[in-house]
Protein backbone atom coordinates (compact mmCIF):
# COMPACT_ATOMS: atom_id res chain seq x y z
CA UNK A 1 0.00 0.00 0.00
CA UNK A 2 2.64 2.36 1.09
CA UNK A 3 4.75 1.91 -2.20
CA UNK A 4 1.62 2.39 -4.17
CA UNK A 5 0.00 5.70 -2.25
CA UNK A 6 4.16 6.80 -3.07
CA UNK A 7 4.18 5.89 -6.85
CA UNK A 8 0.81 7.85 -7.61
CA UNK A 9 2.66 11.20 -5.45
CA UNK A 10 -1.38 12.49 -4.68
CA UNK A 11 -1.58 15.82 -3.26
CA UNK A 12 -4.54 15.28 -1.80
CA UNK A 13 -5.13 11.28 -0.73
CA UNK A 14 -8.67 10.87 0.72
CA UNK A 15 -8.33 8.00 3.58
CA UNK A 16 -11.46 6.23 5.30
CA UNK A 17 -11.67 5.86 8.90
CA UNK A 18 -12.63 1.86 9.64
CA UNK A 19 -15.79 0.95 10.85
CA UNK A 20 -16.45 -3.04 11.37
CA UNK A 21 -13.22 -5.09 10.43
CA UNK A 22 -12.60 -2.95 7.46
CA UNK A 23 -8.92 -3.18 6.74
CA UNK A 24 -6.93 -0.20 9.21
CA UNK A 25 -4.72 1.86 7.78
CA UNK A 26 -4.83 4.81 10.40
CA UNK A 27 -1.16 3.75 11.62
CA UNK A 28 -0.13 5.33 8.06
CA UNK A 29 -2.31 8.71 8.67
CA UNK A 30 0.71 10.27 10.50
CA UNK A 31 3.57 9.49 8.02
CA UNK A 32 1.47 10.55 5.01
CA UNK A 33 0.34 14.16 6.62
CA UNK A 34 4.39 14.22 8.10
CA UNK A 35 5.49 14.08 4.07
CA UNK A 36 2.96 16.32 3.03
CA UNK A 37 0.06 15.43 1.41
CA UNK A 38 -3.03 16.26 2.65
CA UNK A 39 -5.40 14.23 3.94
CA UNK A 40 -9.51 14.14 3.61
CA UNK A 41 -11.83 12.00 5.09
CA UNK A 42 -15.14 11.12 3.24
CA UNK A 43 -18.10 13.21 5.00
CA UNK A 44 -21.69 12.20 4.26
CA UNK A 45 -23.98 14.98 3.08
CA UNK A 46 -27.42 13.81 2.35
CA UNK A 47 -28.63 10.35 1.92
CA UNK A 48 -28.16 9.15 -1.97
CA UNK A 49 -26.04 11.83 -2.77
CA UNK A 50 -21.83 11.55 -2.89
CA UNK A 51 -19.70 12.12 -0.53
CA UNK A 52 -18.12 15.06 0.56
CA UNK A 53 -13.65 15.27 1.48
CA UNK A 54 -12.76 17.59 4.22
CA UNK A 55 -9.57 17.73 4.90
CA UNK A 56 -8.18 16.07 8.04
CA UNK A 57 -4.90 16.11 10.28
CA UNK A 58 -4.51 13.00 13.03
CA UNK A 59 -5.74 14.30 15.89
CA UNK A 60 -8.47 16.60 14.16
CA UNK A 61 -11.85 16.17 16.07
CA UNK A 62 -14.14 13.42 14.15
CA UNK A 63 -17.75 13.31 14.66
CA UNK A 64 -20.00 9.85 14.59
CA UNK A 65 -21.83 9.70 11.00
CA UNK A 66 -24.02 7.02 9.31
CA UNK A 67 -23.39 3.66 9.92
CA UNK A 68 -21.39 4.14 12.95
CA UNK A 69 -18.78 5.90 10.58
CA UNK A 70 -16.19 8.60 12.00
CA UNK A 71 -16.26 11.46 9.51
CA UNK A 72 -14.47 15.31 10.40
CA UNK A 73 -16.51 17.99 12.75
CA UNK A 74 -15.23 20.66 10.37
CA UNK A 75 -12.93 21.14 7.98
CA UNK A 76 -12.34 22.70 4.20
CA UNK A 77 -13.51 20.90 1.25
CA UNK A 78 -11.00 18.90 -0.51
CA UNK A 79 -10.74 17.26 -4.11
CA UNK A 80 -8.76 14.01 -3.71
CA UNK A 81 -6.26 12.38 -6.30
CA UNK A 82 -6.20 9.66 -5.20
CA UNK A 83 -8.81 7.54 -3.06
CA UNK A 84 -7.76 4.86 -0.44
CA UNK A 85 -11.19 3.10 -0.21
CA UNK A 86 -12.39 -0.26 2.33
CA UNK A 87 -13.52 -3.20 0.19
CA UNK A 88 -16.15 -5.92 1.81
CA UNK A 89 -15.87 -7.38 -1.24
CA UNK A 90 -14.13 -7.60 -5.06
CA UNK A 91 -13.16 -9.41 -8.15
CA UNK A 92 -10.67 -10.06 -10.23
CA UNK A 93 -11.56 -6.79 -12.57
CA UNK A 94 -11.06 -4.65 -9.92
CA UNK A 95 -15.27 -3.71 -8.96
CA UNK A 96 -15.81 -3.25 -5.64
CA UNK A 97 -18.41 -4.23 -3.09
CA UNK A 98 -19.55 -1.95 -0.34
CA UNK A 99 -22.37 -2.39 2.02
CA UNK A 100 -24.42 -1.02 -0.35
CA UNK A 101 -25.18 2.60 0.15
CA UNK A 102 -24.02 3.12 -2.91
CA UNK A 103 -22.05 6.39 -1.73
CA UNK A 104 -18.79 5.69 -2.98
CA UNK A 105 -20.17 4.46 -6.48
CA UNK A 106 -21.83 8.06 -6.54
CA UNK A 107 -18.71 10.00 -5.70
CA UNK A 108 -16.35 7.77 -7.90
CA UNK A 109 -18.83 8.55 -11.01
CA UNK A 110 -18.44 12.37 -9.74
CA UNK A 111 -14.77 12.29 -9.30
CA UNK A 112 -13.68 10.34 -12.53
CA UNK A 113 -9.85 11.91 -12.19
CA UNK A 114 -9.32 10.64 -9.04
CA UNK A 115 -6.88 7.26 -8.86
CA UNK A 116 -8.45 4.59 -6.45
CA UNK A 117 -6.78 2.05 -4.74
CA UNK A 118 -9.41 -0.78 -2.25
CA UNK A 119 -8.21 -1.94 0.29
CA UNK A 120 -9.70 -5.70 1.15
CA UNK A 121 -8.40 -8.72 2.73
CA UNK A 122 -7.24 -11.94 1.00
CA UNK A 123 -10.66 -14.31 1.71
CA UNK A 124 -12.42 -11.07 0.30
CA UNK A 125 -12.44 -11.84 -3.60
CA UNK A 126 -15.80 -13.17 -4.93
CA UNK A 127 -15.65 -15.12 -8.19
CA UNK A 128 -18.90 -14.40 -10.33
CA UNK A 129 -19.03 -11.01 -9.39
CA UNK A 130 -22.25 -9.42 -11.32
CA UNK A 131 -20.57 -5.48 -11.64
CA UNK A 132 -23.74 -3.58 -12.20
CA UNK A 133 -22.92 -0.12 -14.84
CA UNK A 134 -22.61 2.05 -11.91
CA UNK A 135 -19.94 -0.52 -10.07
CA UNK A 136 -16.62 1.61 -11.71
CA UNK A 137 -13.75 -0.56 -11.31
CA UNK A 138 -10.97 0.81 -9.25
CA UNK A 139 -7.33 1.34 -10.14
CA UNK A 140 -6.05 -1.26 -8.14
CA UNK A 141 -7.06 -3.11 -4.92
CA UNK A 142 -4.33 -4.15 -1.96
CA UNK A 143 -4.60 -6.82 0.15
CA UNK A 144 -2.42 -8.37 2.66
CA UNK A 145 -1.18 -10.58 0.41
CA UNK A 146 -1.25 -9.25 -3.32
CA UNK A 147 -1.61 -6.31 -5.14
CA UNK A 148 -4.45 -6.33 -8.54
CA UNK A 149 -3.97 -3.64 -10.91
CA UNK A 150 -6.39 -2.49 -13.39
CA UNK A 151 -5.53 1.17 -14.60
CA UNK A 152 -3.81 2.61 -11.45
CA UNK A 153 -2.42 6.12 -12.94
CA UNK A 154 -0.14 8.83 -11.06
CA UNK A 155 -2.50 10.83 -8.96
CA UNK A 156 -4.12 14.06 -11.19
CA UNK A 157 -3.25 13.01 -14.50
Known sequence: MLELVRECAPRVLAVYWPILAEPDLRASFGDWNQSGVTL??????????????LAWRPGDPLEVGPYDTRQPAAGSPVLPDLILLPCLGFDADCHRLGYGGGYYDRTLARLPESATIGVSYDDCEIC??????YDLPLGAIVTPGRVLRRALRPAGR
Open 128 to 133: NFDAQA
Open 40 to 53: ALPRVTASASPLDF
